[in-house]
Every structure is written in C-alpha cells, then in structure tokens.
C-alpha cells in the first residue's frame, strides 16, 4: 500500500508520497489525512503573476496570499451577529483637569493637522498646505500610488487644480491614457454611448508623487512607515501615539484611513455594513480591440453562486501600460451574510465569464495584475464626527456613492468644500464635535442612492424574473437619454439630483408601467418609504439652495464668526445635498 506521509514546507504543511516500509510506532507527526487539495485555478493564475510593488489602500495588493487574508476578514464579518464583538478602543478622551502640554516635551512635532492615511490623505493634506496651515502625514506604509490607473473624468481632476493641490500641467503629466467613447449595455438589450465619462486613466504613482512634491515643498512632513497605536484627546489638542513611541501632537486629527479604518470601526462599535460591493478583475495583455471603456455593462442575468444569487456587473478601460493592454473589472452588489459569495469564488467565474464577455481566448491574454476588493457602506453615511478634533475624511467618511464606490471622484468633488471648512475650523477653533459634523453633513442625494444599490442586488427569494435587473436599468438609462445630457451624465458621475430624478422615474412609470409590481417585489416596501422620505428630502433641499441661499447668504458677514461659520455649512450642505454642486 502507499502511505501519505506530512511534511513541514516553508511553514505550511503538504502531502508526499511514499513506499511501504515497517510499521513503526506512532510518532507525533503521523497523522491520518486527507488527500492534498488541488490548487484552484485562481491560485495557479495568481502565483503565476509576478507581483511587485504592493502598497496601501484599497487596490494596492495583488498576490494570492493577500486575497486569502481578505476572503478570511470577509468571511468572518459575513458570519458575524449583527454586532461583532467590541472593537479596539484607539480613540480616548481624556477629561478635562488633564491638558496636553504634559507631553509637550515629548512629541516629535506639533502640528495643526496630522493626516492619518496618506494615499488620499495626501490631497486633503496638501490642499490645507496650500492654505498656510502646518500639516503632517502618517502613513503606515511607504507613501506612493498602485500600479492600477485611477478612471476619472478631465472635469473632476480639474476641481484638484481650483484647491492648489494640482497645476494644470500637472494633469498632463499625470494622465496615462485618454478614451472614447464610453457605453453603458445591458444583456443584449442595447447600449447608450457617452463621451468624456471616466475617459481618463490617471497613473496613481504618478499624481501621488506630483503632490506629495507639492505637499513638501509647501512645508509638510511624511511620517512613513509609521501606523497609529492610539489617540487621546485633551481639551487643548490631539495626541497621536505611533509604532515606534513616536509622539505628535496636533490640533486636528484627519482619519483617512478608508473602509477599514479602526477608528470608524470603534464609532460604529464593529456593526455590519448595510451593503458590500464586491470587485474582482485583471489587468491582463492581449486585447486586439482596446479604444472604448465599458462604464457599466451586464452580459447576463441572475446567477447563482454556492449558496447566494449574484448579478455580475462589468467595467472595462484601455490600460495605459501597452496598446493592448485592458483593465476589466467585475462586481456584484451583496449584504455581509452567511453564504454570500467569497472573493475566490467570484474570480472562479470572472475566468469563465470575462472571455465571452470581452471576445477572447483567456489563453491569448497575459495576465499582468489580479485586482479584488471588498467595499463596505453604511446607510447612516457620510459618518458624523464622533470625537472633537478627529474627523474622517474620504471613504472612511462614507462619502461615496453606495453604487460606484467611486473615492477619488467623490474627493475632488467634495475636497474645496472640506478643505475650506476645516481651515475656517480650525482658525476658529471650532473643533468640537457638533461642528466638525457638519462638515459630513447629512446629504439626502447620498441616501437616496441605496434604492439603486439594492434594486441591482440579486436576492434569493424575490420573486422577480431573472432578468428583472437588466430589464430596469435598461429601463431607466434609456430613459435618461431621451431626457438628454442634463439627466444622464449628473447620474453616471455619481450626482443625484431632485428634477432629473424626478423627470427619469416620471418617464419610466409612463413607459414600463409593467415593471411596477417587480420594484416592490424586489426592494420591498420598507425600503422603498425610507427611500421616499429621502426623496422629499431631495426635493427640500434643492428648494432651500435654490431660493434660502440667496437669501441667507448676504447676511453671513454680519453674524458673529461662530454662528457665520455654522451657515455656511449648512448651505454647502443644501447645495451638495441637492447635487447642485454639479455643473454640465
């Protein structure tokens, strides 16, 4: 007979083969097992890959062993009670008979911001810079972009130059790649082309690098490799404590540590998402056909996935990094429950799906980069400051939409709204939870995104046809190009407004009245009045920015500097609310 024998390898055992010899007595390494697992084909793939160049934030890992880790994290939060057990506290306030001045002696610096997270952090940073003010970074890791470019719009970046945090030239030098035109399909239905939506591929190393030059020529420092150990809060400043026993002391804290932040994890007192958008994809060599991008496609209905139903969503840009080079990225929208699929699971079937959907042989492509992540959302989002002198900035606020996940074109249409208010706070010593909360303020746009994030998520028990999903959003694209540019492309880049909602849901109930009693049946009714009642909200707001601002605004200069500075944030949150911000 053959024994199976176990065998330490690099840490992990393996099974070998052997010859029958003598039996022995048990040593404590015999162990009865069972046959090695074959490695999937996503495994094979991966450790194909040559992976170099890994760095921090979402997107910035590519190897198998990385992926395992998050599918672990994923997993663990999908089995989860409603509430995990109690997160780690990082942020402590200290009361008030204690000031910071005690460790005065021992802070390496003092500063008047410290922006923990310094991927994005480096915009709000260097934009704050740009305004006098004496900022630090820290940053767990070296401070550079990912290889994967960044699909953004010429208008967006162009906000990053009206804060001086870029040049104009810089735009250019940043830009890899520029496309046209851009569809959006769904499941042979019929395809709606726009120009000059996410036609760019920025290089993330490239603008990373242009602004943290700037960053430092205008006086910042970088503390990298350096991971936040806790945070207390005096009445008269922040204290971090970092790796190292290094000490800083600043009056603001900025957390831009994105989804999985530990301090957004001890706010929301470790309790699930509302929603996760997972995403799966290459970077991958070989694509004959390479000029146009797919901002959202759909090539098939409802599948089922182990124990879950998924609808798989596409997007697809030319890759600055070679002619015939192209990104392809797939997502599905879930809830973090048992069953729900893992990242693994997903790229098992993108290996399937991604050659139909793209025209060609997986053989004749070369893989250069495996890309996955897991995005979570909050309803109650953007997220309040919990803490005077700490606030969350960019996707550890929760400011992206809850359908694209889009952080960087969420940061700069957002950065000169925060940027200024922070400096005003900061000036006036406004930092005191209450009014840094109303730098995240509650914005009804925002909200009334969930009813498109869960209408476009498969469900086990819906009773909807399999194709209900494609069906609607067919539906309401087509609908929103009959109304024209006004309509279709404030949605595309993340911008929900009261009119062209109202004309697009107005025109879909006249023209697929059928449609109906699926939507119901689909999202669900509670669903739908909360969604209602951010709807009214909408419509609110549009009115207050439209007709209050005018107004009010006059007036701003005759109040007292507190109570100034408190209405401009509430009309910057009328008007962004609204999505009046947007300009064609």
Known sequence: MLLLQLQPFNGVSHLTVGTPFPQKKCSRRTLLLRPQAVPSRTQRIMESVSVSGEVGGAGGAYSYEALKRLDQLWSSLCSAQEVVQEPQQVVSSIPSLFRSS????????SYDVVVCGGTLGIFIATALCARGLKVAIVERNVLKGREQDWNISRKELLELVEVGVLEEDDIERATSINFNPNRCGFE??????????LHLGVSPVKIIEIVKERFISLGGVIFEGCSVSCINIYEDAAVLKLSGDKILSSRLIIDAMGNFSPIVKQIRRGR???GVCLVVGTCARGFESNSTSDVIFSSSSVKKVGDSQAQYFWEAFPAASGPLDRTTYMFTYVEAQPGSPKLEELLEAYWDLMPEYQGVSLDNLEILRVIYGIFPTYRESPLPAAFCRVLQFGDASGIQSPVSFGGFGSLTRHLGRI??????????????????SLLNPYMPNLSA?????????AKKQSNVPPDFINELLFANFSCMQRLGDPVLRPFLQDVVQFGPLSKTLGLVMLTKPQILPSIFKQVGVPVLLDWSRHFLMLGYYTFLSTFADPIARPFLNTLPSKTSFQWKRHLEAWKYGAGLDYKL
């Open 102 to 109: 005690d460790l005065a002696n021992k802070a390496e610096g």
């Open 449 to 457: 995104s969930w009813l498109f994030q869960r209408a476009m998520s």
């Open 272 to 274: 699930k998402p509302d």
């Open 188 to 197: 042979s239905k019929g395809d709606i082309w726009v120009n000059n939506i």
């Open 419 to 436: 940027s200024a208010g922070i400096y005003e706070a900061i000036n006036g010593d406004y930092l005191d939870s209450y009014n840094l």
